[in-house]
């Protein structure tokens, strides 16, 4: 007599093939994303180390002096340290924008495999460079800029290659919830980040810099032995990204639980069948030029939405650190602890955003609200944000949530709704590149975020929190035309409920 399988085994049995490569292709993104922004995040972190106010440590020891810039790394002990800090940002954003608009044309043509492992080894390689400057004393701007150049252009074969291989296995159906979930790779990473990059800012910064670049280079590997760019490459079934009339028909037949098609009424010669099939037509399509992508409905209004929307998040990103030290006087450790809290609410914001947009059916409505409700938030926290440490920690997750909220929702779910929108008829390939110039555009905003703070800062705080209110305005406003359709939808759908209900009665 056969003994009965042990319950942990029989609850693994419990959830078909597909569902544990599904599994498998969400957790190795995850982790590959949350490594690039883990690497992003120490230089944030070490600008106040950079640049100290050296008096708080006593007399210069080697000469006695009481220079308030002898504990500073050269060449930021100037007074216009923060412009330089400034140049740092921009060398790695504004690489970064132009860089993403290219990225996803390599995306759509080069294996994804391949593309997203190469450019996280050359991204642990110049961001452990970063950090050597400090064991090899480099004192030169140039070297710190070069290195951030060359950092941000390889850092955009992540997004659009994370993206796009999730896009490739899962369907709309539960889209915004799930990509809301797995898009806290940013915050996780901007936490795990922050962390890492404390521990040793205030002996040796460097450090600070090479342990998230082995991290990052490690991850590449592992991403290079085990990621699967399309379900066909191991006989899975291919999601389900818009009905069909046909398909439509046979609801009794099918079950979108997933956004996969059910198997359970065809057998297996058929699926293998329709997975040959499909792979076949995809592999015959050409890849989206960059001018068709642009004519996608939503993709020009989000693409703006999302400029003035990553120009905040990113602002908080490179300067909140510093902000906290300055207004709150705490130590950089402690200040980089504290930033962490706005991550956290960037995850449950994330969450939350992909809930009701698939709850509503409406992204860029959802999108608005938060907007809405984060420029009022801005204004609270600057004012009070720092009167304790309850409201501080209040202040920063709502603030995250709300700031972060619609950044992750369009990146993520509306990226993808749109690279497998209905007039591409079925087209895959358009995914990277769609992504791509959302992302891409994104990017300029999160370019000129930190470059404006720098140099609204002198100025004072009071001025730059304004400059982010604007922005999140900005971005409200560019979404109006959508959120009016999509409420003309919502109207349309409640008067022919109402008909259908008269006609019975």
Known sequence: MRAIPAPGIRFLRSFPRDS?????????TFLCYTSYHLSRKPISIVKSELHYNCSSRGANPHNGSNSTTWCDWKPFDQDNYKELFGALDNAFLVAYAIGMYISGIFGERLPLRYYLSGGMLLSGLFTCLFGLGYYWEIHYLWYFVIIQVCNGLVQTTGWPSVVTCVGNWFGKGKRGFIMGIWNSHTSVGNILGSLIAGVWVSQAWGLSFIVPGIIIAFMGVVCFLFLIEYPEDVECSPPLHHASSEEKGLEAEHSIGDG??????????????AVESTKDSTE??????????????????FSFCLLFAKLVSYTFLYWLPLYIVNVAHFSAKKAGDMSTLFDAGGIVGGILAGLISDYTGGRATTCCVMLILAAPMLFLYNYIGQNGFATSVVMLIICGGLVNGPYALITTAVSAD?????????????????????????????????????????????????????????????????????????????????GSLNITF
Not at 470 to 496: N, P
Request: proline share 2%; aromatic share 8%.
């Open 418 to 498: 749109l690279g497998t929108h209905e007039c591409l008829q079925g087209n895959a390939k358009a995914l990277s590149t769609v992504t791509a110039i959302i992302d891409g555009t994104g990017s300029v905003g999160a370019a000129l975020g930190p470059l404006l703070a720098g140099l609204i800062s002198h100025s004072g705080w009071d001025n730059v929190f304004y400059m982010l209110i604007t922005a999140d305005i900005l971005a409200c406003l560019l979404l109006s035309r959508v959120v009016y359709k999509e409420i003309r939808g919502w109207c349309g759908c409640y008067t022919r409920k109402r």
């Open 284 to 301: 015959e399509r050409e890849a989206i030029s960059f001018l068709d992508a642009l004519k996608i409905p939503g993709v020009v209004e």
């Open 20 to 28: 544990w490569y599904r599994g498998l292709i969400l957790l190795l």
């Open 260 to 273: 996969s098609l059910s198997v359970s009424s065809h057998s297996k010669e058929n699926i293998i069948d």
